[in-house]
């Protein structure tokens, strides 16, 4: 039996938690990624990361931007502004186009 609880508590351990309210918890899974804040919202913001990609019938790159919405927690609000460098990461879908929540602030305007 108390193999069992240690198990479950180690499951539980391993998914990330951030808060957006006291209320409202949700948990991270999947993917992290980081680009700069091109738009800024009520509730959440738009971050933009430039990745490249192969072309292999001409055995050349491309650069390619991708644009990514992001739910912005109360904590975040005040700290976040258009041109900062942001970590977002997967989270369960939270409406029809947000499917990340901001983690962290990593730098300034660039």
Do not use: W
């Amino acid at each position: 039996m108390e193999e069992k609880k240690k198990a479950s508590e180690s499951k539980k351990e391993k998914t990330a938690k951030i808060v957006i309210t006291p209320l409202d918890k949700v948990s991270l899974r999947g993917r992290k990624f980081e680009g700069i804040v091109t738009k800024k919202f009520d509730g959440r913001i738009t971050i933009e990361f430039e990745r490249t990609k192969l072309i292999k019938k001409y055995e050349r790159y491309i650069k390619n931007k991708t644009k990514l919405h992001a739910r912005l927690p109360e904590s975040l609000k005040g700290e976040i502004n258009v041109g900062d460098y942001v970590q977002i990461q997967e989270c369960r879908p939270l409406s029809k186009i947000l499917h990340h929540i901001v983690v962290k602030k990593i730098g300034g305007e660039k």
